[in-house]
């Protein structure tokens, strides 16, 4: 599975915010998510955590590991003819009895991932459909996007032509940088490039015209895949196309020409923007509103794009309406 190693929890480190699971088996945590050990199979919890900048924030968003857990569960059921995936179940009561214990189950119930092992290949896999962000500050200095040339006269939040893949490093330490297709094959081979290129087109794809009748635009996406240790299977693993791995828009707003009004935490990029803060660690605390307006943005997402309730999520751990 795909942990920050940079992401360490340390002592002092907020990383605890927003879990308080204690579980036998426990590897490491990444900046949102804690990985454990329990036997053949890897356990994944989400937890309330929320990191800007490359840095753990010290106030949590209440139930945001279950959005993002539920809406990954989602679409995995929903791409598994395009690519399989790690998920083998959800239910933390399948765990052994040694796992942890009846509170920590109730904490955990919505929020795991029972996964296969995997070994993850060594990019980060992004798919653009619109110009924004990072993408529309490259644009605006050369015409291009992670060295892809585009049309000329592309206002911000144009939707592009075409959706396209634009690779990334999986950085050690500080942020990932932008690498060419070219790159990208030297690391892992042109046939297994060629294939995740496919594989990422396709799924952006499949979510875009999902998310579009649910009356959202997944502006653009980041996905992870990697190899299973028994028979080296490409997988679609850790989260998939959730608020916080992609850029959701509302179409109903929608006006190029202009950033966007988004179900995501740029929100909070934006406000952290306006702070004496100098992005490094710790961060500083967010206001109650921005802390209820992020929540309520993700569990729209939830709910807009799974067509589930949430309420019922929360207390049946199923998505259904």
Request: charged share 25%; aromatic share 8%.
């Amino acid at each position: 599975m795909s942990v920050d190693p940079a992401a360490v929890e340390r002592p002092g480190d907020p990383r605890a915010a927003g879990t308080s699971v204690h579980a036998a088996g426990f590897v490491r945590s990444g900046k949102v998510r804690d990985l454990f050990e329990v036997g053949d199979v890897l356990v994944l919890v989400a937890s309330d955590r929320l990191s800007a900048f490359d840095v753990v924030l010290p106030t949590p968003i209440p139930d945001k590991g279950r959005v993002l857990t539920g809406v990954s569960r989602f679409w995995f059921g929903r791409t598994a003819d395009i690519v399989p995936n790690h998920l083998l179940g959800t239910d933390p009561a399948t765990l052994p009895a040694g796992f942890t214990d009846d509170a920590g189950r109730r904490e955990l119930r919505g929020r795991t991932m029972i996964c296969r092992r995997a070994s993850v290949l060594p990019v980060e896999v992004i798919v653009r459909g619109y110009v924004s962000g990072s993408g529309w500050k490259d644009y605006k200095a050369s015409g291009e996007i992670c060295g892809i040339k585009l049309p000329a006269g592309l206002r911000e939040s144009d939707r592009l032509p075409e959706p396209i893949f634009t690779p990334s490093t999986k950085a050690e330490v500080g942020h990932d940088q932008n690498i060419g297709f070219d790159a990208m094959v030297e690391l892992v081979g042109g046939p297994l490039a060629e294939r995740v290129r496919d594989i990422a087109l396709r799924l952006y794809a499949r979510g875009s015209a999902i998310a579009e009748k649910a009356g959202i635009l997944l502006a653009d996406t980041k996905f992870e895949l990697g190899t299973t240790m028994d028979d080296n299977e490409l997988i679609l693993i850790d989260e998939v196309m959730t608020p916080d791995s992609s850029r959701f828009w509302d179409a109903a707003t929608y006006e190029p020409g202009r950033a966007q009004a988004s179900f995501d935490k740029q929100p909070i990029r934006d406000w952290l923007e306006t702070q004496p803060w100098p992005k490094t660690y710790p961060g500083p605390e967010l206001p109650a509103e921005i802390v209820a307006g992020t929540r309520r943005r993700y569990v729209a997402a939830f709910e807009r794009i799974t067509g589930a309730s949430f309420e019922r999520y929360l207390q049946e751990d199923v998505i259904a309406p």
